[in-house]
């Protein structure tokens, strides 16, 4: 399918940049179905299909540059950006959806924001840009795709959604926290090393005959 997409956007000649504000569209369709959840618990359904459109979107947007030939450094950034206010407009959203505590939504949207950021450190000094860690961003869509269907069955078969004042979106997001922290650790260890295999590469170089 998603070959078939590059084939159109190609066709009809929609620019990646395009596709890119498209996932914005997409996420910000999605905290708009998460913060009306309260009132419209079957909104979750749309709100998780809108997070994964807009995986989608940001996968293609990369494939149409590339197959156009129009990749490029300022394509990159115009890709990264919107990703940041997709994460930020779908946390948000989930935190407003009125079955979690708000602030919980905004700590995920925050960590997700260090995730990316601290992944671009090693492209900036010099090395790999990082994707490691187990709350990358198909991962944070995952498992808040997970917590929503969970809260949305449970409601529909009248059983509580909550234990203590925690909700199953509570959880979530504690999760997702938590997997956020392990990627910020993880990528900077890596970088850490990757600089450290840098270093050793051009002493060995200058000392070399």
């Given at each position: ?65 590339l197959a156009s030939g129009k990749a490029s450094l300022r394509g990159e950034i115009l890709n ?77 078969t009248d059983r509580p959604i909550q234990w203590q004042g925690v909700t199953i979106l509570d ?15 993880i990528r900077l260890v890596r970088i850490m090393r990757a600089l450290e295999t840098k270093r ?10």
């Amino acid at each position: 399918m998603a070959h078939w997409a590059v084939r159109l956007c190609l066709k009809y000649d929609i620019h990646a940049d395009t596709v890119s504000y498209s996932s914005v569209v997409a996420a910000a369709l999605a905290g708009l179905c998460f913060w009306q959840a309260e009132r419209w618990p079957v909104l979750f359904l749309p709100a998780v299909f809108f997070c994964f459109a807009r995986l989608w979107l940001n996968m293609l947007d990369g494939m149409v540059a590339l197959a156009s030939g129009k990749a490029s450094l300022r394509g990159e950034i115009l890709n990264d950006v919107p990703d940041r206010v997709s994460d930020v407009l779908i946390f948000v959203g989930a935190g407003y959806s009125g079955y979690c505590h708000v602030a919980g939504g905004y700590w995920c949207a925050i960590f997700a924001l260090l995730v990316a950021y601290v992944g671009t450190f090693g492209q900036a000094v010099g090395v790999q840009r990082e994707f490691s860690g187990v709350m990358a961003k198909p991962w944070r869509m995952v498992a808040l795709a997970i917590g929503s269907t969970i809260t949305l069955g449970l409601l529909w078969t009248d059983r509580p959604i909550q234990w203590q004042g925690v909700t199953i979106l509570d959880g979530t997001f504690v999760v997702i926290v938590i997997g956020c922290i392990q990627s910020i650790a993880i990528r900077l260890v890596r970088i850490m090393r990757a600089l450290e295999t840098k270093r050793a590469i051009s002493q060995s170089d200058t000392r070399a005959p």
